[in-house]
């Protein structure tokens, strides 16, 4: 049975596009393959705290106190779906330039060395490997090409974070000029529903 993550980032709940992109790859793949078991973890609505200065220790494999104890715990569940997924679906809406800050808590959270990455004589080795990933950026503008695309700092940075973990079978899947007005943000996202449609019945065939 492929075992199916979803993880929602967006700050704009039912009015998020990446919430209603990664809606129809749900979909999409339980009309492909009935038994899928798909987890959405919707970090948008109900966030991920930062970390600080109390906290920041469970990260690092120490948790002496009562809160380093909870940060561990909830890191620990954090990487345990990224284990445990074939397919792992990020919806990443884009804001002012990056990813959202509750990606990037988790992130922080789950990229943790001797667990998801490790450093070795030859530089630091993912731990997390044999997975697919599938990240769907909504942007207001056009970075992808052309003069804003030196401003992309969200899709070279995810794909870094993935990679340091050992996912390396990304797809990105955008939906850009969403504020070009209502027909460019139609247009958009149909492409990037057509786009999902075609890797549900090809890209991701896994293993079930």
């Keep these: 049975m492929t075992k199916v993550l979803i993880i929602d980032s967006a700050a704009t709940g039912e009015a998020s596009v990446s919430r209603k992109l990664t809606g129809e790859v749900a979909e999409r793949l339980s009309e492909r393959e009935p038994g899928v078991h798909i987890v959405r973890r919707?970090?948008?609505?109900?966030?991920?705290?930062?970390?600080?200065?109390?906290?920041?220790?469970?990260?690092?494999?120490?948790?002496?106190?009562?809160?380093?104890?909870?940060?561990?715990?909830?890191?620990?569940?954090?990487?345990?779906?990224?284990?445990?997924?074939?397919?792992?679906?990020?919806?990443?809406?884009?804001?002012?330039?990056?990813?959202?800050?509750?990606?990037?808590?988790?992130?922080?959270?789950?990229?943790?060395?001797?667990?998801?990455?490790?450093?070795?004589?030859?530089?630091?080795?993912?731990?997390?490997?044999?997975k697919k990933a599938v990240v769907i950026e909504t942007r207001a503008g056009l970075y992808s090409e052309g003069?804003?695309?030196?401003?992309?700092?969200?899709?070279?940075?995810?794909?870094?974070?993935?990679?340091?973990?050992?996912?390396?079978?990304?797809?990105?899947?955008r939906a850009e000029k969403l504020a070009f007005g209502p027909d460019a943000a139609a247009a958009a996202i149909a492409e990037a529903v057509e786009q999902l449609a075609g890797f549900a019945q090809s890209e991701w065939a896994l293993a079930a």
Excluded: C
Aim: net charge negative.
């Design 42 to 130: 919707d970090i948008g609505a109900s966030t991920i705290p930062h970390l600080t200065a109390e906290t920041v220790g469970a990260i690092r494999g120490v948790a002496r106190t009562d809160a380093e104890r909870e940060a561990l715990a909830l890191s620990d569940a954090l990487v345990a779906e990224v284990k445990d997924a074939d397919l792992i679906v990020i919806g990443a809406p884009m804001y002012n330039f990056g990813m959202a800050s509750t990606l990037k808590t988790w992130f922080d959270h789950v990229l943790r060395a001797g667990v998801t990455f490790r450093y070795t004589e030859a530089g630091p080795e993912g731990l997390v490997t044999g």
């Design 147 to 173: 003069p804003a695309a030196v401003m992309d700092n969200q899709e070279p940075h995810i794909r870094t974070l993935l990679g340091f973990m050992g996912i390396t079978d990304v797809t990105f899947v």
